[in-house]
Each structure stands twice: as structure tokens, then as C-alpha cells.
């Protein structure tokens, strides 16, 4: 399992997730511009089975139509609720625990809403967790935008992603944090969002 992380604009990051044995990609969040990211695929000769997108605001998913049009035959992943709000319509739906296989890499699939109806996280092999803008390195995904839930994200922090292992390394959505990446056992120590006890604390969380 091999995951290349990407910065793209000002904080977003990018992901391929690709198989060196089987030398087959996924992107996740192709964001605004996916010139570096197609560039990463082609210079290790990877063939792009799957366009992941954690959540459908623009600065994660807008250049997915780009990379259809050169790559048809990748398919467009994301949840119902969110996929339906993209410019493309997804090829499949992911719900919680759907699975998908990259070469010999097995992505897991976890619905957690609280920023978007319908945001996805993605854990890789066991080994990492994309977490789009449910979970940032020392914080969370804002919930005061259109769709955005507190109590939703409070529960999507607390009943699903608190109880996944320590080990895992945690790739988020954007460049916010001290550390563009962390392992989940730390963020659970530190990061404030995940130390709230009771929804009533994390919704006082500045
Ligand atoms: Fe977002």
C-alpha cells in the first residue's frame, strides 16, 4: 500500500492511493486542479481505476470532469448524498461499510456527516485514514455551511472515528494542522474536537 499526498492551492491536499504491484490508482479529492496528480499517476505508470471524492465541495471535487474525460473508464466514487450534488454522476454509491479493492489494497468506507450530508472517510489496508474535512490534523470540518450538522459531526467524531485504531495515520482534507499528517492515537489525545466529552462541550469548541 502506497499513498502519495498532494498539496494543491493554498491547503488542499490530494491523494493517490496506488498499488505498486498491480500499478493501479485511486485518486481522492482531485480538488482544483489535478495537473500534479495525473502527473504523479503517469510518472509511476499507474493505471487509474477510481476517482474518490470525500465530500462534494468544490475545492475537492471540481477537476473529477477533467479527469473523466481522459480517463473513462476510472469510476466516479461517493456517497448518495453528496454524489448527487456533484457535476458528474457517480458510477458507485458507497454507504457505510462498502468496500473496494485497489490491486491488493482494501479501502473501507465510512459515512460521516457533520460538514456535508453525505461526507465520506476512507481507511486504506488498515494502515491509514483519509478523512476529507470530517477530521483535521488538531481539528474538525466546520458544520455552519449549508448541509453542516454539529450534532452530526459530533456523532460521526465520537461513535465512528473514536473507535477505530490508534495506529492508523490520519491523511485530511486540508493543510490546517501543525503536521500535514498524524496517527489517529494522537489526534485522540490532543486534537480538541476528539477530547470533547459530551456534545454540549464540543459545540463550545471555538
Ligand atoms: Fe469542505
Redesign the pocket.
Known sequence: MAIEQIKIGFDNFSYVIYCPIYKQAAIVDPSLDATRTLQFIASKKLTLEYILIT?H?R??SSDSKRIKSLFPQAKLVASEADGKKLALKQDIVVSDGSQLKIGKILLDFLVTPG??PGGICITVDNEALLT??TLFIGDC?RTD?PGGNLAHMYASLHEKIMHLPDELVVYP?HDYGEKPFDSLGNQKRTNKTLKAKTLQEFSKIP
Open positions: 465530500h465541495h475545492d475537492h460538514h456535508t476529507g474535512d470540518g455551511l482534507g
